[in-house]
């Protein structure tokens, strides 16, 4: 196989320096640590999921219960209320996961070898 200089990726400068088995050994840590967030993302995604779930089957249970417009406009400013409390949690926790990704300690050699991959 022949590459093509004007067209294949230059290593940086701290994976230049590397031998062959160290940079594949940093490519190795930074997708262990890519795989850690991207599980970390879908079991946070999925227990928002099954709350806001739960939520709106217990609001649902409430309002069938309502005896008034009063207790139905009640029922719906609790669900919204918890409902938007409960999305900012959500983005600040996703927002969390992200940062922990780009902090893991790799290399910008390392995640650019990542976003490649990705």
């Not at 031998?19 to 993302?41: H, I, K, N, R």
């Not at 099954?50 to 669900?79: F, H, P, T, Y």
């Amino acid at each position: 196989m022949t590459t093509n200089p004007e067209t294949t990726p230059t290593p940086g400068p701290a994976l230049a320096a590397m031998a062959p088995w160290e940079t594949v050994m940093a490519s190795a840590d930074g997708l262990q640590a890519y795989a850690e967030a991207c599980t970390g993302w879908q079991q946070e995604v999925t227990r928002f999921i099954e709350r806001r779930a739960g939520e709106n089957q217990r609001s649902l249970q409430a309002l069938m219960a309502a005896r008034d417009l009063g207790d139905v406009m009640k029922i719906q400013q609790d669900w919204t209320l918890q409902a938007a409390t409960d999305y900012t949690q959500e983005v600040t926790r996703l927002t969390r996961l992200l940062t922990t990704l780009s902090m893991t300690g790799t290399t910008p050699d390392v995640q650019k070898v990542v976003a490649l991959i990705c």
